[in-house]
């Protein structure tokens, strides 16, 4: 992070523009979030549970530095962002300027240190990423729980971005409850991402979500039964008992996607080959492999499983599912905040 002079983020020393870089690595829920009961603060109907995974920084530095003149100045991965897609930084931007008292617009750079096609693709790095950076180049201190509360304003699964390992995000009621915290775990797990199709989501979650609560008849037997999953898979935890996590993490994301599905028009993010994937990895599990399958807003899958057998995993889901992209992806930290600008 370049240094923040006392004082600077506020206006008060014109010439010192205020700057810092920050890093975040994207999360994969075990329990999902799936809908909000209050749009304004990213409330959400439920608690969710998630698993940050190693080496999928994403890289964001913010400066306080008059933008291009009247707005703030984007570039993710090199390119400019979409008119929606600004329009997110910005709205975020404003909450920060907005507590801090920075008035100035910023340039924002970010870049994702997975490819987009690598299916891990998330606003959840993003915008942790640019919680971290635009707080601390706006001079606030923030701690752990206080930056995943702003996170949550950016994206909803950005919130347990922050920490590193097992998170667990606290629905809560208002925006002083509703935060992500660790959650102390001794199990030896990995996530086998299979990137089945590249294509980009033809419905955000944020719409699709908005939809599933206001048509699917099934959301509010989805928000009792993930209450109770949650449950079950912090029980699974505590005693280390995979498979019975496993099961549990399974359920939640077919119970999910079973919802939307339900919706009115039904949503539908998979492909044939998402369910050629999950019957391919219930005939690993048949032939004792421990594996079970999530899959979030999109075609792709992922694999929960034990760390140590991860790469066997790997090797036998390539076997089976030709024409994909099997990655291993162990747990790794939360958000960090880097010395140098954005590469
Ligand atoms: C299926 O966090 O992308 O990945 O809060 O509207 O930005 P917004 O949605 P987002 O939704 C993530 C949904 C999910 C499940 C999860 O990560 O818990």
């Known amino acids: 992070m370049t240094a923040v002079p006392p004082g600077a983020a506020a206006g008060s020393s014109p010439s010192a523009i205020a700057t810092a870089t920050a890093s975040?690595?994207?999360?994969?829920?075990?329990?999902k979030y799936w809908g909000k009961v209050d749009e304004a603060q990213a409330i959400p109907a439920t608690s969710s549970l998630s698993l940050t995974l190693g080496g999928t920084r994403t890289t964001?530095?913010?400066?306080f530095d008059g933008g291009d003149g009247a707005a703030d100045s984007v570039t993710i991965n090199g390119a400019s962002?979409?008119?929606v897609e600004l329009g997110r930084v910005t709205r975020f931007l404003d909450l920060v300027r907005a507590?801090?008292?920075?008035?100035?617009?910023?340039?924002?750079?970010?870049?994702?240190s997975v490819p987009l096609a690598a299916g891990l693709a998330s606003s959840a790095a993003g915008f942790a990423a640019l919680a971290a950076a635009a707080s601390r180049a706006?001079?606030?201190d923030l701690d752990g729980r206080e930056l995943s509360r702003l996170a949550r304003r950016g994206s909803g699964s950005a919130t347990r971005s922050v920490f590193g390992g097992l998170v667990l995000w606290n629905a809560g009621h208002d925006d002083?409850?509703?935060y992500a915290e660790p959650v102390a775990c001794e199990m030896d797990l990995a996530m086998v991402v299979v990137v089945l199709s590249q294509r980009y989501k033809p419905i955000s979650s944020t719409q699709a979500m908005r939809a599933t609560m206001s048509s699917s008849p099934l959301f509010p037997a989805w928000v009792e039964a993930s209450g109770r999953d949650l449950q079950v898979a912090l029980e699974a935890v505590r005693s280390g008992d995979l498979a019975r996590l496993g099961e549990i993490v399974e359920g939640n994301a077919?119970?999910?996607?079973?919802t939307m599905i339900a919706a009115r028009p039904g949503i539908i993010y998979w492909l044939p080959q998402t369910v050629a994937a999950l019957h391919a990895i219930r005939a690993m599990r048949e032939e004792g492999l421990p594996v079970w399958a999530t899959i979030d807003a999109g075609p792709n899958v992922k694999v929960l499983t034990e760390g140590a057998r991860a790469e066997e995993v790997a090797a036998a889901l390539r076997d089976r599912l030709t024409g994909t992209t099997v990655s291993v992806r162990r747990p790794g930290g939360g958000v960090r905040i880097e010395e140098g600008p954005c590469p």
């Not at 975040?24 to 329990?31: S, W």
């Not at 077919?254 to 079973?258: E, I, N």
């Open 176 to 178: 002083a409850s509703s």
């Open 24 to 31: 975040a690595n994207t999360n994969i829920a075990l329990i």
């Open 99 to 112: 507590r801090s008292g920075v008035t100035a617009p910023a340039t924002i750079t970010s870049r994702a």
């Open 254 to 258: 077919l119970g999910m996607h079973a």
């Open 138 to 140: 706006a001079g606030m």
């Open 81 to 83: 962002p979409s008119a």
């Open 60 to 63: 964001t530095t913010v400066s």
